[in-house]
């Protein structure tokens, strides 16, 4: 089992950042990629980014050059920067880590971006 806990959310104003965390416990050797997902009101969730084990990144068009996800292997943690922030990034942002065999979520933070 895996266990993981996000932190970092907030309201900020359009243009501000804010950076993401997500700490994993539990059998964290098994993990291989890690992310982040998003859900706006009244949306289905959607992938936002991920990272391998070996650091190899993807990420969703829109966020692009705006956002970077990094991982830190020795303190198990992922991390979800988020810069030039919109309106429309405000979700509840949700980690994410993958093993062979499953898919483990955490419990989810909050960003608002007022315009």
């Known amino acids: 089992q895996v266990q993981l806990v996000e932190s970092g959310g907030g309201l900020v104003q359009a243009g501000g950042s804010l950076r993401l965390s997500c700490a994993a416990s539990?059998?964290?050797?098994?993990?291989?990629?890690m992310g982040w997902y998003r859900q706006a009101p009244g949306k289905q969730r959607e992938f936002v980014a991920v990272?391998?084990?070996?650091?190899?990144?993807n990420y969703k068009d829109s966020v692009k050059g705006r956002f970077t996800i990094s991982r830190d292997n020795a303190k198990n943690t992922v991390y979800l920067q988020m810069n030039s922030l919109e309106p429309k990034d405000t979700a509840v942002y949700y980690c994410?880590?993958?093993?062979?065999?499953?898919?483990?979520w955490g419990q989810g933070t909050q960003v608002a971006v007022s315009s």
């Open positions: 539990g059998t964290i050797l098994s993990i291989n990629n």
């Open positions: 994410n880590a993958q093993t062979t065999v499953n898919m483990y």
């Open positions: 990272i391998s084990r070996g650091s190899a990144t």
